[in-house]
Nanobody, 118 residues
């Protein structure tokens, strides 16, 4: 059974930090690109960050320099370190997995809420 379980969300003040985790099971994690997306109320889901199966990363312009994504293949887990958080980062954050030779996002987590507010 495939599972992606996000954790680490919560309420943080502007300028603060959070680290999200996504624990994967049920598939060969090391063969998958892993991704973070987010969806704010009333908005479309948007790409945040990705780490390829080889460990290369890429980020949306809106988070570049503030967010860092990493993966630990031994733990089947990816992380999103979020620093200097802004109110506009408030959203539900979703983890997703895409097989290295596929263009489709095969698996999604249930999401974790991040709220940036004073």
């Amino acid at each position: 059974q495939v599972q992606l379980v996000e954790s680490g969300g919560g309420l943080v003040q502007p300028g603060g930090s959070l680290r999200l985790s996504c624990a994967a099971s049920g598939f060969t994690f090391s063969n998958f690109h892993m991704n973070w997306f987010r969806q704010a109320p009333g908005k479309e889901r948007e790409f945040v960050a990705t780490v390829s199966w080889t460990g290369n990363t890429a980020y949306a312009e809106s988070v570049k320099g503030r967010f860092t994504m990493s993966r630990d293949n031994a733990k089947n887990t990816v992380y999103l370190q979020m620093n200097t958080l802004k109110p506009e980062d408030t959203a539900v954050y979703y983890c997703s997995a895409r097989e290295k030779s596929s263009i489709q996002y095969a698996y999604w987590g249930q999401g974790t809420q991040v709220t940036v507010s004073s």
